[in-house]
């Protein structure tokens, strides 16, 4: 069979393929092969700037942009001829250096010192600059804009339903209430925490060569300082230098990347299964879709699948991303291929973790409060003010305050007038008995209204 979006194997190039378009730019073979070549050129031209290497000089304008061109106009048809040359090289990097000798063939001046293409470099060199590279431009194009999008739509949804009481659900059962936008607000200061982690974290790059030492640079140019000379390279390209590696740049900093978005697909995680509680509770409804189908047997359903949809891949993407936090940082001695094979399912990794922020967000969109049932369950509820009771009972010396609320409440239905014949029994101030009798579990939300507008 040909590979088609109804024959792929996986769903990320067959079901979603479509949603996950932004991505291949960046995580493909094409785009690998792409960011392979950004370095390639970049170093080129870097060396063409060494005054200490006499045996190629600053390029001409013409020449300058020949080489950049190979790079903006890099096409899937010059991948499939750098895959052709693979075949024969049985090396990927290798077939690069090729078909850049290949198509630089016309220009002499290039042509002159076409020996200086790769030069010095070991595979890694180009490699771990390149998904360095790759990361953070999908990273900053791709998902952390799809990323604020959700925690500004979730900030949005704190903000407006700041002030509705809400009961809470400690172990499941009724608990302090609280409001629905403190509940979601709680989520935004945490996705907030970890996107500006993510963004902080500084994917680091090596360029010293076979096993770290710069031992072939110096066996041609030994009185060149070829440290500082890698580490203005990589830095010019917007990676951080790391001088201590082996072969391999020991890939700590990916690593943290990848455990940044594992840590931040958990959060999403736990709100997407509140979400589904709360919608099976009543707490939101769901807003209809003209021809859409909830059960193949039942008419009635309208499931919570987006967020369903969104838990599902958000774990898949962990179990992928967890690996790579747990392999990467391994290399047996100076160099083996393992992590060659793991790194091209970053975009794996990630493709899921952005189906689910993709999936929660549709199902955002579509949630809408239902303040009667809020509102309903609350009334319903008054056990949870024998907590306020108790503790102003506390505070004025009674004897067994929490023991008597526990008698009263635990395992019993409270109504209004239980519960206030309760408190006019007590001898309490007038004022403490006054704003105890005027509370209901609709007005005992503490100060999640006043935090909520506080963060928002």
Same mark, same amino acid.
């Given at each position: 069979?040909?590979?088609?979006?109804?024959?792929?194997?996986?769903?990320?190039?067959?079901?979603?393929?479509?949603?996950?378009?932004?991505?291949?730019?960046?995580?493909?073979?094409?785009?690998?092969?792409?960011?392979?070549?950004?370095?390639?050129?970049?170093?080129?031209?870097?060396?063409?700037?060494?005054?200490? +290497?006499?045996?190629?000089?600053?390029?001409?304008?013409?020449?300058?942009?020949?080489?950049?061109?190979?790079? !903006?106009?890099?096409?899937?048809?010059?991948? #499939?001829?750098? %895959?052709?040359?693979? +075949?024969?090289?049985?090396?990927?990097?290798?077939?690069? *250096?090729?078909?850049?000798?290949?198509?630089?063939?016309?220009?002499?001046?290039?042509?002159?010192?076409?020996?200086?293409?790769?030069?010095?470099?070991?595979?890694?060199?180009?490699?771990?600059?390149?998904?360095?590279?790759?990361?953070?431009?999908?990273?900053?194009?791709?998902?952390?804009?799809?990323?604020? !999008?959700?925690?500004?739509?979730?900030?949005?949804?704190?903000?407006?339903?700041?002030?509705?009481?809400?009961?809470?659900?400690?172990?499941?059962?009724? #608990?302090?209430?609280? @409001?629905?936008?403190?509940?979601?607000?709680?989520?935004?200061?945490?996705?907030?925490?970890?996107?500006?982690?993510?963004?902080?974290?500084?994917?680091?790059?090596?360029?010293?060569?076979?096993?770290?030492?710069?031992?072939?640079?110096?066996?041609?140019?030994?009185?060149?300082?070829?440290?500082?000379?890698?580490?203005?390279?990589?830095?010019?390209?917007?990676?951080?230098?790391?001088?201590?590696?082996?072969?391999?740049?020991?890939?700590?900093?990916?690593?943290?990347?990848?455990?940044?978005?594992?840590?931040?697909?958990?959060?999403? +995680?736990?709100?997407?299964?509140? /979400?589904?509680?709360?919608?099976?509770?009543?707490?939101?409804?769901?807003?209809?879709?003209?021809?859409?189908?909830?059960?193949?047997?039942?008419?009635?359903?309208?499931?919570?699948?987006?967020?369903?949809?969104?838990?599902?891949?958000?774990?898949?993407?962990?179990?992928?991303?967890?690996?790579?936090? *747990?392999?990467?940082?391994?290399?047996?001695?100076?160099?083996?291929?393992?992590?060659?094979?793991?790194?091209?399912?970053?975009?794996?990794?990630?493709?899921?973790?952005?189906?689910?922020?993709?999936?929660?967000?549709?199902?955002?969109?579509?949630?809408?409060?239902?303040? @009667?049932?809020?509102?309903?369950?609350?009334?319903? #509820?008054?056990?949870?003010?024998?907590?306020?009771?108790?503790?102003?009972?506390?505070?004025?010396?009674?004897?067994?305050?929490?023991?008597?609320?526990?008698?009263? @409440?635990?395992?019993?239905?409270?109504?209004?007038?239980?519960?206030? %014949?309760?408190?006019?029994?007590?001898?309490?101030? !007038?004022?403490?008995?006054?704003?105890?009798?005027?509370?209901?579990?609709?007005?005992?939300?503490?100060?999640?209204?006043? /935090?909520?507008?506080?963060?928002?």
């Amino acid at each position: 069979m040909a590979p088609t979006p109804l024959t792929a194997l996986s769903p990320l190039d067959g079901r979603y393929g479509v949603q996950l378009d932004p991505l291949r730019p960046y995580f493909s073979e094409y785009g690998l092969i792409h960011f392979r070549l950004k370095v390639e050129v970049a170093w080129l031209l870097h060396l063409s700037h060494l005054p200490e +290497i006499t045996e190629i000089l600053p390029f001409s304008v013409e020449s300058q942009h020949q080489l950049n061109a190979l790079v !903006e106009n890099f096409s899937e048809s010059d991948a #499939a001829q750098i %895959k052709a040359i693979e +075949i024969r090289t049985n090396h990927d990097v290798k077939a690069l *250096e090729y078909w850049m000798r290949e198509r630089l063939s016309g220009n002499p001046e290039v042509m002159t010192c076409a020996e200086f293409i790769h030069f010095g470099c070991t595979s890694e060199d180009i490699n771990n600059l390149s998904h360095a590279l790759m990361l953070t431009d999908a990273c900053r194009s791709v998902l952390f804009p799809t990323l604020d !999008e959700l925690i500004a739509h979730l900030e949005e949804m704190a903000k407006t339903h700041a002030h509705q009481p809400m009961l809470a659900r400690t172990h499941g059962q009724t #608990a302090t209430p609280t @409001t629905v936008g403190k509940e979601l607000v709680n989520v935004v200061a945490r996705l907030q925490r970890q996107r500006t982690r993510l963004e902080h974290i500084s994917l680091l790059g090596k360029f010293n060569g076979a096993v770290g030492n710069y031992n072939a640079h110096l066996s041609a140019y030994p009185a060149i300082d070829w440290p500082g000379v890698a580490r203005n390279f990589v830095e010019s390209l917007g990676i951080s230098f790391n001088p201590y590696t082996t072969q391999i740049e020991p890939h700590d900093s990916l690593a943290e990347l990848m455990q940044g978005f594992t840590l931040l697909n958990t959060i999403l +995680i736990d709100l997407n299964r509140d /979400l589904w509680g709360y919608i099976s509770l009543g707490y939101f409804r769901q807003q209809l879709k003209a021809g859409e189908v909830g059960s193949s047997t039942m008419p009635h359903k309208i499931n919570p699948i987006d967020f369903e949809n969104s838990e599902g891949n958000l774990g898949l993407a962990n179990a992928i991303l967890g690996h790579l936090v *747990e392999k990467l940082p391994i290399s047996r001695w100076q160099r083996d291929l393992t992590d060659s094979t793991v790194l091209r399912n970053l975009g794996v990794g990630l493709g899921h973790s952005l189906l689910g922020y993709l999936s929660c967000q549709k199902g955002l969109k579509k949630l809408a409060i239902d303040t @009667t049932r809020l509102n309903d369950d609350l009334d319903h #509820a008054w056990e949870v003010l024998a907590e306020a009771v108790q503790t102003v009972m506390r505070k004025h010396g009674m004897s067994n305050a929490y023991d008597r609320l526990k008698e009263m @409440t635990r395992g019993q239905a409270i109504t209004r007038e239980i519960m206030q %014949k309760f408190v006019q029994e007590l001898n309490l101030p !007038e004022d403490d008995k006054a704003r105890l009798l005027a509370l209901t579990p609709a007005t005992y939300t503490g100060l999640a209204a006043t /935090l909520t507008q506080q963060y928002t």
